[in-house]
């Protein structure tokens, strides 16, 4: 199938039709994938199913859920499962995967076990911040944690049990408490974002097109080409990282050179890639948006040589991104502003010209619910020692950077946001200075970073494609929502259980090859610090996050007066802090494809060739997680289709 139509008023009601049982087939999915990630993320570190913003255990589960299903609805149609099933599943392995992925649980752990594991007297960290760090949200007994890092050891030991049962219970609370809130601010964007501006949500197209008419998808022969280029491509490289001494095809990010005088040495070296998913993913990204995502590129880069050239110490590329993120999640505020004042006067009680009836949640019942929730981490927040204006300040950056991602999300579909080193700690400790924080706010904000160091795997955007795969396809939403509720709360406690089970069997520091050790480190160093180097506000940086706010309001005041205009802020915003260096050389063989299709083709060609970038995407992905799932199998490192 070409593309995705919406259904008929029939078709809806039959997809409605969300039958039960399939969220016992979704919770037996729960546990399988939640293993497979962390195996793949944390001990082999092969390929990173969770970092890309379509998730490839997802995709790999729909995938084979989808073919088992034509193999039922030929032999045994009774148990064939709907459109509606399908999704529900997809979306509650997503669900699962935004907790349970290297980024996310990867970055949590070490949070919760490294601090008094690796305290010395050397680095006198005991001392220095140890009690700062909350018994209930951390694991002090080195006793407890010699099994957990070294192995050979087991969870089930009443010692253990008791030591961990009070961090997993609190982080778990948190994370189900900040995670709804998010889900209830999704649907309060919903139907401005879906219904009103109507953007694109390009993440959400395989899916979709994998579960509308599957059978009439997978005979579409440029489907197939496609999905035999990235496979043919994966399955080279493959073999070639077990055989050396076959030549690997170059398509990961590799350095190309660099230029050895100045000025123009201050570019670094210049890295091209060509993963085929990012170029199939990005060929859905409307144009202007891709041109945007590898010019800016390019724009960054020579911003490195302009200050090399003037003398100039940084181009405060980090303070840009924060900045210009702020900004991307404020533009839509500003943009549905008569929206969101009608919605406002409809939870107030007043007349309004929005009607909530059809919504997944009444607007005054999801605001009630963000209220509540927002209440419960201020406390949290609180017990863990963070001042009330600093947690005030703390979430004035942090909503506004996660509306920005789920835009970014909604218009663009990057394969990649990778917003590092950009969390409002940072930007707070900028603005204020070290001493202005104090230092039990600074421990919490230490222990909050997991939750914000790269925002890979963030909740919200996830939950808005949910959404609009419900609203594409005639899912109840609600049932959706409930789905994805569940999939919260048994995933989150399934994650904990799985990486403490395998980590007391194999060990942490032992046979773990992930990031559990890098990011404990990177986590506590910083706190190291702040609190050992005390640091005063710094202006320049504070310029930085000022230029890059003030530009990105920019383009889009640009964006919106001239048509003409060819530069988009979430381009900026993408590539502010270099994060889409390997991506740029797919985003501009995405673009200029696009370009000469629609200018030589039009749309009629856009929709035959389509599923030819479908197929990259899926070969892609289906050969990745073949690797993995064969490394997992044999205990052996394979190869890495995407890190």
Partial sequence: ??????????????????????????????????????????????????????????????????????????????????????????????????????????????????????????????????????????????????????????????????????????????????????????MLLRKQWMENEKLSYPIVRLPVAMTTEPAMFFRNKWLWAGFGIAAAVELWNGFSFIY??????????????????????????????????????????????????????LMVMLQFVLADALGLRSVYQYEQSIGAWIALGLIPLWIGRNYFWQMIRKIMGFSSTIDDSSEPVRYRTATLGILGGLLFLAFFCAQMGMSLWGLILYLLVYFPMVLGIARARAEVGPPLHNVIYTDPGRALVTALGTRHLGSSTLAAITLLYPFNRCYRAHPLPSQLEGLRMAERTGIDSRKLIIGMMIAIVVGVLVTFWIYLHVLYQMGASSKARGWLIVMGWEIYNRLQSWLTNPRAQNYSEMSGIAGGFIFAIFLMIMKIRFLWWPLHPAGYVLTASGSLGILWFPAFISWAIKSIVLRFGGAKLFRKVAPLFLGLVLGDYILGCLWSIIGIIMKMPTYIVWH
């Avoid at 935004?98 to 752990?109: D, E, F, K, R, V």
């Avoid at 190309?256 to 859905?284: C, D, H, K, Q, V």
């Avoid at 202007?288 to 010019?295: A, R, V, Y």
Wanted: net charge negative.
């Fill in 1 to 186: 199938m070409n593309h995705v139509t919406s259904p008929s008023s029939n078709e809806i009601t039959t997809a409605e039709r969300v039958r039960w049982y399939v969220i016992a087939i979704g919770l037996l999915l729960l546990l399988v994938n939640s293993y497979w990630v962390f195996m793949a993320s944390e001990v082999w570190h092969s390929t990173q199913l969770t970092i890309a913003s379509l998730f490839f255990n997802a995709v790999f589960t729909l995938f084979v859920l989808v073919f088992i299903n034509l193999a039922l609805q030929r032999f045994l149609k009774r148990f064939a499962l709907s459109q509606a099933d399908l999704l529900m599943i997809y979306v509650m392995v997503v669900m699962l995967t935004t907790i349970s992925g290297h980024t996310m649980m990867g970055y949590l752990l070490p949070a919760v076990e490294h601090p008094f594991w690796f305290a010395t007297a050397e680095n006198e960290w005991e001392e220095l911040f140890g009690h700062y760090l909350p018994t209930w949200l951390v694991v002090h007994d080195r006793n407890v944690l010699e099994g957990y890092f070294e192995g050979d050891s087991s969870l089930y030991v009443a010692e253990h049990l008791q030591a961990w049962l009070w961090p997993v219970l609190s982080w778990s609370t948190f994370i189900i408490a900040l995670w709804t809130v998010l889900m209830l601010v999704s």
């Fill in 244 to 297: 050396p001494s076959l030549p690997m095809l170059p398509i990961r990010g590799h350095a190309i050179g660099r230029f050895s005088e100045r000025p123009w040495s201050a570019m670094g070296n210049i890295y091209i890639s060509l993963y085929p998913f990012t170029i199939g993913l990005i060929f859905f990204t409307p144009l202007d948006l891709s041109f945007s995502l590898w010019f800016f590129h």
